[in-house]
């Protein structure tokens, strides 16, 4: 059964970093692209950063770039986003997701982990 898990959320001042991990199990996570969404309160969720199933190409949206990097190792059936600089606006509870291509984000079909969350205030 697929699944899944989001961790490495908390608490952090402004300007912090945090390292968020996503570990899959119950399908083959080396075959797919995986994303990184992202849903403040009030807000849709939104894609924010993608990486190929090879670990080549990677995706962000322009309000992260810069601050944010994904990576994966698939021997570990783990995807983390670091996120440095963080700022007030990037507070939401973050999740993972397979994806059918990094270029649009569009979730493949299946549940969704329980995200985790980031709260960035002073």
């Known amino acids: 059964q697929l699944q899944l898990v989001e961790s490495g959320g908390g608490l952090v001042q402004p300007g912090g970093s945090l390292r968020l991990s996503c570990t899959a199990s119950?399908?083959?996570?080396?075959?797919?692209?995986i994303g990184w969404f992202r849903q403040a309160p009030g807000k849709e969720r939104e894609g924010i950063s993608c990486i190929s199933n090879s670990g080549g190409p990677t995706n962000y949206a322009d309000s992260v770039k810069g601050r944010f990097t994904i990576s994966r190792g698939n021997a570990k059936n783990t995807v983390y986003l670091q996120m440095n600089s963080l700022r007030p606006e990037d507070t939401a509870v973050y999740y993972c997701?397979?994806?059918?291509?990094?270029?649009?984000?569009?979730?493949?079909?299946?549940?969704w982990g329980q995200g985790t969350q980031v709260t960035v205030s002073s």
């Open positions: 119950g399908f083959t996570f080396a075959s797919y692209d």
């Open positions: 997701h397979h994806v059918y291509r990094c270029s649009d984000y569009e979730p493949r079909p299946g549940s």
